[in-house]
């Protein structure tokens, strides 16, 4: 009886061991193991590939997102049962994708031909999953490989495109069974890793000015977030931290730092306004703007003081255009989908501000002491067309801010941070990220982290960011460089298919 389900277990503990490859553990060498571990044992199963396929990824997702657990049960308001039971029923939904690649793989080819038409089926995979449903891209192979020689192909072909690459080797891996699949195996893989090692060598784009940056962490627990009576003491958290900052070229507070809505802000928003005029920087904000006319509200980012360094006056005044509005909205979080029917059911379904109003796909830089930068917010940095597409020729740098309090002492937060250093990397771009309980850090153009504060504290941070210019293969390829590289492989599946019959 063990003998049969032992297939079954190592498909649940591969695909739940990738958690040690990402962030904050990142055991990178894992990756290729444990996923060649899994294939072999889909081959074994060769009669059941989407099962197969589910299982590995139930392993994945369930021991790899369990931190979306902690906000549901600690801010859902949800019976620990249902909690455990939403968990279950998203990792079984995003376990669909990778069932869905084995099972095409398996229908079409026989397992020789694997190492050619998988990587195809898998890239398709999770290219779905990026966008049904509005998408949810944790987690792809590609991000764990942040530390390894692999990252080199970041700037050409993306995180998706390292996820095709470790496909390609962990197939060949999971078919080995005499010296000569070894051997090309690990030809295979010393190829890549060796190629991936001199391309990191290589700087993509060309360094600019030196900007001082410092961020404030606030560390404002999330059950007050959103508590009136606690408006007052949070504001004063932020501008006491950032009385230390004001020597800086650019101030940024994190997701919502000032947690009154913008038309009933005006006061404070003039006196930060103001202060930052008179000490000559500009200071980027979190905050929610409400529309008491129309009833929309939009999760935004301001900026105040000093547009550019030769400003004759502060640039802040309620509506400028000097603004972000957040695009890609997080379901339940940010938006509620069938509101009608879901908000009556439990509290998940009715936190505070879950209705927001959706901004530009693309919109204008902010620009803040005469600085350009390309925002992301929260979730949005796990987009990486999404922030490619507010990256222009003059953008300096990229701005993410969140607010990492709703998963508690997880891993979470240390994967976001993971993903906005892969953004960097990708797009030749440095990363500032400002969050309210951390994890807050600067981030270079080659995805290394610079300076960082510790979570669960509060205080503040500067240091020098270097903007960049041009533009990376990958910001003018995009995915094509991955789709050329899955569908060549395919393409010669199909032949070798053919010429065997």
Same mark, same amino acid.
């Given at each position: 009886?063990?003998? &049969?389900f032992?297939?079954?277990?190592?498909?649940?503990?591969?695909?739940?061991?990738?958690?040690?490859?990402?962030?904050?553990?990142?055991?990178w060498l894992?990756t290729i193991? /444990?996923?060649? +571990?899994a294939?072999?044992q889909?081959?074994k199963?060769?009669?059941?590939?989407?099962l197969a396929?589910?299982?590995?990824?139930?392993?994945?997702?369930?021991?790899?997102?369990?931190?979306?657990?902690v906000?549901?049960?600690?801010?859902?308001?949800?019976?620990i049962a249902?909690s455990?039971?939403?968990?279950?029923?998203?990792?079984?939904?995003?376990?669909?994708?990778p069932? $869905?690649?084995?099972?095409? *793989?398996a229908?079409?080819?026989?397992?020789?031909?694997?190492p050619?038409?998988l990587?195809?089926?898998?890239?398709?995979? @999770?290219?779905l &999953?990026?966008?049904m449903l #509005?998408?949810?891209?944790?987690?792809?192979? %590609?991000?764990?490989?942040l530390?390894?020689?692999?990252?080199?192909?970041?700037? =050409?072909?993306?995180?998706?495109?390292?996820?095709?690459?470790?496909? =390609?080797?962990?197939?060949l891996f999971?078919?080995?069974h005499n010296?000569?699949?070894?051997?090309?195996?690990m030809?295979?893989?010393?190829?890549?890793?060796?190629?991936?090692?001199?391309l !990191?060598?290589?700087?993509?784009?060309?360094?600019?000015? #030196?900007y001082?940056? %410092?961020m404030?962490?606030?560390?404002?627990a999330?059950?007050?977030?959103?508590?009136?009576e606690?408006?007052?003491?949070?504001?004063?958290?932020?501008?006491?931290l950032? @009385?230390?900052?004001w020597?800086?070229d650019?101030?940024?507070?994190?997701?919502?730092?000032?947690? !009154?809505?913008e038309p009933l802000?005006?006061?404070y $928003?003039a006196?930060?306004?103001?202060?930052?005029?008179?000490?000559? *920087?500009?200071?980027? *904000?979190?905050?929610?703007?409400?529309?008491?006319?129309?009833?929309?509200?939009w999760?935004?980012?301001?900026?105040?003081?000093?547009?550019?360094?030769?400003?004759?006056?502060?640039?802040y005044?309620?509506f400028?255009?000097?603004?972000?509005? !957040?695009?890609?909205?997080?379901?339940?979080?940010?938006?509620?989908?069938?509101?009608?029917?879901?908000?009556?059911? /439990?509290?998940?379904f009715?936190?505070p501000?879950?209705?927001f109003?959706r901004?530009d796909?693309?919109?204008a830089?902010?620009e803040a002491?005469?600085?350009?930068? /390309?925002?992301?917010?929260?979730?949005?940095?796990?987009?990486?067309?999404?922030?490619?597409?507010n990256?222009?020729?003059?953008?300096?740098?990229i701005i993410?801010?969140?607010?990492d309090?709703?998963?508690?002492?997880?891993?979470?937060?240390?994967?976001?941070?993971q993903?906005?250093?892969?953004?960097?990397?990708?797009? %030749? &771009?440095?990363?500032?990220?400002?969050?309210?309980?951390?994890?807050t850090a600067f981030i270079?153009?080659?995805?290394?982290? #610079?300076a960082?504060?510790?979570?669960?504290m509060a205080g503040?941070?500067?240091?020098?960011?270097?903007?960049? &210019?041009?533009?990376?293969p990958?910001?003018?390829?995009? @995915? +094509?460089?991955?789709?050329? =590289?899955?569908?060549l492989?395919?393409?010669? /599946?199909?032949?070798l298919?053919?010429r065997?019959r």
């Amino acid at each position: 009886m063990l003998k &049969r389900f032992t297939p079954h277990l190592l498909l649940l503990l591969s695909g739940a061991s990738l958690t040690l490859a990402f962030a904050p553990f990142n055991m990178w060498l894992l990756t290729i193991p /444990a996923l060649a +571990l899994a294939i072999r044992q889909v081959i074994k199963l060769k009669h059941r590939p989407f099962l197969a396929g589910w299982l590995f990824g139930a392993g994945w997702f369930g021991a790899g997102i369990s931190w979306v657990h902690v906000s549901i049960a600690d801010f859902g308001g949800l019976p620990i049962a249902a909690s455990i039971g939403i968990m279950a029923l998203l990792c079984g939904y995003l376990s669909l994708y990778p069932a $869905l690649a084995t099972k095409l *793989t398996a229908k079409y080819f026989s397992p020789h031909l694997w190492p050619m038409a998988l990587p195809l089926f898998w890239v398709a995979a @999770e290219w779905l &999953r990026s966008w049904m449903l #509005t998408g949810f891209p944790w987690l792809s192979l %590609g991000y764990s490989q942040l530390e390894s020689p692999l990252s080199g192909f970041a700037p =050409i072909i993306g995180e998706t495109g390292i996820s095709a690459l470790i496909v =390609i080797s962990a197939t060949l891996f999971a078919l080995i069974h005499n010296k000569r699949t070894f051997a090309n195996a690990m030809l295979v893989a010393l190829c890549l890793f060796t190629s991936g090692y001199l391309l !990191k060598q290589h700087t993509w784009v060309t360094s600019q000015k #030196t900007y001082s940056v %410092g961020m404030a962490q606030g560390n404002i627990a999330q059950s007050l977030r959103w508590v009136p009576e606690q408006d007052g003491p949070t504001m004063d958290t932020y501008w006491k931290l950032t @009385e230390s900052l004001w020597d800086n070229d650019l101030i940024i507070w994190p997701e919502a730092a000032v947690p !009154k809505l913008e038309p009933l802000a005006q006061p404070y $928003l003039a006196k930060v306004n103001e202060r930052a005029f008179q000490e000559n *920087t500009a200071l980027i *904000t979190g905050i929610v703007n409400y529309n008491w006319e129309t009833d929309e509200a939009w999760n935004n980012l301001i900026v105040l003081g000093k547009r550019t360094p030769d400003a004759a006056y502060p640039d802040y005044q309620y509506f400028h255009n000097n603004r972000f509005s !957040k695009h890609h909205l997080l379901p339940v979080g940010e938006f509620v989908p069938f509101e009608d029917w879901l908000r009556p059911l /439990a509290p998940l379904f009715d936190l505070p501000m879950s209705s927001f109003s959706r901004g530009d796909y693309q919109q204008a830089n902010l620009e803040a002491n005469g600085i350009h930068l /390309a925002p992301a917010i929260c979730f949005e940095i796990a987009f990486p067309h999404q922030v490619m597409a507010n990256v222009y020729e003059n953008t300096d740098m990229i701005i993410t801010v969140s607010n990492d309090a709703w998963f508690g002492h997880s891993h979470g937060p240390a994967q976001h941070l993971q993903i906005a250093q892969m953004r960097a990397l990708e797009l %030749g &771009r440095p990363v500032v990220r400002a969050t309210n309980n951390g994890i807050t850090a600067f981030i270079d153009h080659r995805g290394e982290i #610079t300076a960082r504060l510790p979570q669960f504290m509060a205080g503040n941070i500067s240091a020098p960011v270097v903007a960049t &210019r041009g533009f990376t293969p990958y910001y003018h390829l995009q @995915e +094509l460089g991955v789709w050329f =590289i899955v569908i060549l492989l395919f393409v010669s /599946a199909l032949l070798l298919r053919r010429r065997q019959r």
